[in-house]
């Protein structure tokens, strides 16, 4: 029981240590932290089976090797590595649900005001677009003053 614990320890010190790295990167570098953090957990359940394979067992245990690598290592490894990809795989269904939520929402204000209401960033674009054409007629005026001065 205690070995779960440690494993899903490990498991944790893996996933908050890469979200770490990813806040100290101008770019993230661990894209997935989910299965990122199964990297240390395997590290370790190797190194740990190594040495449960090398050392005999304590006298006051009646263990074999193999229960003891299976109770041990095996048995946590596997329902980390399972809670981990159940994790992440309800987190994707999350962000798929809200994106449909989203698309819905806009779907409804297409429907109900004929056009769909503008984000910040498309009412920027719009904004920096007229700027960018009343330059563009305010240089097209200049232009034609300086040569009419010239004739």
């Known amino acids: 029981m205690g070995a779960i614990f440690f494993y899903i320890f490990i498991y944790f010190v893996g996933y908050y240590g890469s979200n770490i790295l990813n806040m ?17 957990v395997v ?30 290592v095996i048995m946590p490894v596997v329902i980390v590595t399972l809670g981990a990809i159940y994790f992440m795989w309800n987190t994707r269904r999350g962000e798929e649900e809200e994106a449909e939520e989203a698309a819905r929402k806009a779907a409804e204000e297409v429907e109900e005001d004929g056009e769909p209401e503008q984000t910040s960033a498309e009412e920027e674009f719009e904004a920096n677009a007229e700027k960018a054409e009343l330059k563009n007629s305010s240089d097209e005026i200049a232009d034609a003053d300086k040569k009419r001065k010239e004739h």
Not at 29 to 36: G, Q
Not at 54 to 71: D, G, H, Y
Request: proline letters at 11%; a positive charge.
């Open 24 to 40: 100290f990167t101008v770019r993230p570098l661990i894209t997935n932290r989910f299965i990122a953090a199964l990297v240390p």
């Open 43 to 72: 590290g370790v359940a190797i190194l740990h089976g190594y040495m449960i394979a090398t050392k005999p067992p304590p006298a006051s245990q009646n263990i074999t090797v193999e229960s003891a690598l299976f109770s041990y």
